[in-house]
């Protein structure tokens, strides 16, 4: 047994403690990788809430309720940031990506430290797998919001869309991973071949990142 809380305590404090010796992206980058542990912790408070009340087993809640609820709770800070701040879409991509690194990395830590670290291959192409995959789906549920905007349909409909997009791509990797064999070849597969296939829109739709990011 694990007591997550505890982890988030000891992997949060010193970033925290950074915010008072650096300013700008820097800062906002290391803001959100913690907001993203914070909101993976909430998640599993969610996801197990969901797992008493509707007695499904852990496998099912993976596939089909973690996915919505970790989507939906990532969007959640991002939006609110976009509507608090006068930030354009394309400077807001770097916090997202920030803060699927920071659940992804919270994630796999209580994963080891509950599951154990005995084959280090299977932890590596899971760290990897993961990982990427968190901030792939940040990145399609950013494209699809971008793409809605640039053919003036910005809208709760288009939002919903885009979100929906996010969860099937998260819902579809956690269903292969959860089959041995050749499936879960294809889902550790699946988020880097994904992220290489964004790349090309990605580029061509956020041609200037960099720039709206500098302070």
Same mark, same amino acid.
């Given at each position: 047994m694990i007591y997550s809380e505890y982890v988030l305590i000891c992997i949060a404090s010193p970033i925290l403690l950074t915010l008072l010796f650096v300013k700008g992206s820097a800062r906002r980058y290391a803001l959100f990788f913690v907001i993203g542990m914070v909101v993976c912790l909430l998640s599993a408070y969610v996801g197990g809430f969901v797992q008493q009340v509707s007695g499904m087993d852990s496998n099912w809640v993976s596939i089909? @309720?973690?996915?919505?609820?970790? *989507? !939906?709770?990532?969007?959640?800070?991002?939006?609110?940031?976009?509507? !608090?701040?006068? *930030?354009?879409?394309?400077? /807001?991509?770097? %916090? &997202?990506?920030?803060?699927?690194?920071? +659940? @992804?990395? +919270?994630?796999?830590?209580?994963?080891?430290? =509950?599951?154990?670290?005995? *084959? /280090?291959? +299977?932890?590596?192409?899971? #760290?990897? =797998?993961? &990982?990427?995959?968190?901030?792939? %789906?940040? !990145?399609? !549920?950013? /494209? #699809?919001?971008?793409?809605a905007e640039r053919m003036y349909s910005r809208s709760l409909a288009s939002i919903i869309g885009a979100l929906s997009l996010s969860m099937t791509f998260h819902s579809l990797y956690n269903l292969l991973v959860s089959e041995p064999g050749m499936p879960s070849i294809i889902g550790f597969i699946m988020p880097t071949l994904t992220a290489v296939i964004l790349y090309e829109p990605y580029r061509r739709l956020v041609p200037n990142l960099s720039d709206s990011y500098t302070e």
């Open positions: 089909y @309720a973690s996915p919505v609820t970790e *989507e !939906l709770m990532k969007m959640i800070p991002l939006i609110i940031t976009l509507l !608090l701040s006068a *930030e354009k879409d394309s400077g /807001l991509l770097p %916090s &997202g990506i920030a803060l699927a690194a920071g +659940f @992804a990395t +919270f994630e796999n830590c209580c994963y080891i430290l =509950s599951s154990g670290a005995d *084959e /280090l291959v +299977f932890i590596l192409i899971r #760290g990897l =797998s993961v &990982g990427i995959m968190h901030i792939v %789906s940040i !990145l399609i !549920l950013y /494209l #699809g919001l971008i793409m």
